[in-house]
């Protein structure tokens, strides 16, 4: 089976078991969708943040290229609103877009920006902020069980840990990844955008968002996950995924005692995993979810140490995209950058190479 083949399967397959997990009443056919609406909102005044103490700024975030406009307040323009994504509490999608207001009307990039683990939409405006003064229609989300559609400090765990218990539902990353699709329904619909350029990014867990969301979605056309993408079977096969379980420590602790381990082991591990986010750690894994971006320009931002996204889990998922760009003579489209002495952390390196490619691959 060729590239493009093997892609659209693997892209077909993975829309088939996002729409198995829909709730029943938003459930989707190919005949008969559940309606996409549009909610106005108000900006969130104190946004949830899942951790303590709160973090109240991020070096690396700030250090955005950022156009010196003497107005920019003035002319910034803001949105808030819901998308409806499916039915239920969750299939309300909060949503805040950046933008300059028109001089005249036009058709601009945008980009989607994820936000990490336990943290919200809010916390990514001075990255929206910073894009947007540079002309680009910058976009956040919650993404499930986060910011707006959490109720309080352990609503992401529990989600998961029911997940483990009930198997209904996905919110370690493939759920997101529907309302990423959802999104882009609306995105190329607007009048002040470009959907032939729409790029996405995220940070750690946003950086997973992004990588499989662009995966799923052919119209995310530039990409940029950072310190997100890595190798689920690998860890697996080199005892290499304890700094990731350690991150969601609370639902590896509920399966094994349910699986009666006396310890987390990979059997444990690969169990949580298929039922959590089934998949994941097979058919909808790196080696084959990475080089199915492929050829739409593709930057991966990792650290060199990061124990969360070990670089040797990317050489096979690393290999296989080169493989296909160099293939289509557009091997400047794909770059993996691992920041020497990083772990998992996103640096204003980071944050500029991705700024750069984005104005690269989207500006005219």
């Given at each position: 089976m060729?590239?493009?083949a093997a892609s659209a ?6 829309l088939?078991l996002?729409r198995s997990r829909r ?6 056919s ?5 309606p996409?609406?549009v909610?106005s909102?108000?900006p ?10 709160t973090?109240?700024?991020?070096e690396?975030m700030?250090?955005c290229?950022k156009?010196?406009i003497?107005?920019?307040k003035e002319?910034?323009?803001?949105e ?6 499916e ?6 999608l ?6 300059l207001?028109?001089v005249?009307?036009?058709r ?5 920006f994820?936000h990490s683990?336990h943290?919200n939409k ?12 540079r002309?680009y229609?910058?976009i956040?989300?919650?993404s ?10 352990t609503?992401?765990q529990?989600?998961?840990v029911s997940?483990?218990k009930h198997g209904d539902t996905m919110?370690?990353i493939?759920?997101?990844v529907?309302?990423?699709i959802?999104?882009a329904d609306?995105?190329v619909?607007r009048?002040d955008i470009?959907p ?6 995220g940070e750690?867990?946003?950086?997973m968002h ?13 990409v ?6 890595q190798?689920f079977?690998w860890?697996?096969e080199h005892?290499?995924?304890h700094?990731?379980v350690d991150?969601l420590?609370?639902v590896f602790e509920?399966?094994?005692?349910d699986?009666?381990k006396?310890a987390i082991?990979?059997e444990?591990v690969e169990?949580v995993?298929d039922?959590?986010?089934p998949?994941l750690a097979?058919r ?9 971006i492929?050829?739409r320009?593709l930057?991966?931002?990792?650290g060199?140490?990061?124990?969360r996204?070990?670089?040797s889990?990317l ?7 080169r493989?296909?760009y ?10 993996l950058?691992a920041?020497?002495g990083?772990g998992h ?7 500029k ?7 690269q691959h989207?500006k005219?």
């Amino acid at each position: 089976m060729d590239h493009s083949a093997a892609s659209a399967e693997m892209r077909s397959d993975f829309l088939q078991l996002l729409r198995s997990r829909r709730t029943a009443e938003g459930r989707f056919s190919l005949t008969s969708p559940f309606p996409l609406s549009v909610e106005s909102a108000q900006p969130v005044k104190d946004p949830l943040f899942q951790e303590t103490p709160t973090p109240t700024y991020s070096e690396a975030m700030e250090s955005c290229p950022k156009k010196e406009i003497p107005n920019f307040k003035e002319l910034l323009q803001e949105e808030n609103f819901y998308l409806t994504t499916e039915a239920g509490e969750q299939g309300r999608l909060p949503v805040m877009l950046l933008k300059l207001k028109e001089v005249t009307p036009e058709r601009r990039p945008a980009v989607v920006f994820l936000h990490s683990t336990h943290k919200n939409k809010e916390w990514l405006r001075p990255l929206l902020e910073a894009y947007a003064s540079r002309n680009y229609i910058a976009i956040a989300i919650d993404s499930r069980y986060h910011g707006e559609r959490a109720r309080n400090l352990t609503t992401y765990q529990d989600a998961l840990v029911s997940s483990w218990k009930h198997g209904d539902t996905m919110p370690f990353i493939f759920d997101t990844v529907w309302d990423l699709i959802k999104l882009a329904d609306h995105l190329v619909e607007r009048l002040d955008i470009d959907p032939s350029r729409i790029g996405i990014t995220g940070e750690s867990l946003g950086g997973m968002h992004a990588w499989l969301g662009a995966a799923a979605d052919t119209r995310y056309s530039v990409v940029a996950p950072v310190i997100g993408v890595q190798g689920f079977r690998w860890a697996i096969e080199h005892d290499m995924w304890h700094a990731r379980v350690d991150s969601l420590k609370h639902v590896f602790e509920e399966a094994r005692v349910d699986l009666g381990k006396s310890a987390i082991d990979k059997e444990v591990v690969e169990k949580v995993w298929d039922r959590i986010a089934p998949g994941l750690a097979s058919r909808f894994d790196a080696p084959y979810t990475v080089p199915a971006i492929a050829l739409r320009p593709l930057l991966i931002l990792n650290g060199e140490k990061d124990p969360r996204c070990p670089l040797s889990g990317l050489e096979l998922p690393e290999s296989r995209a080169r493989k296909e760009y160099e293939e289509a003579s557009s091997a400047e489209n794909f770059k993996l950058v691992a920041e020497p002495g990083i772990g998992h952390q996103m640096t204003p390196l980071m944050v500029k190479q991705a700024s750069e490619w984005f104005d690269q691959h989207l500006k005219p």
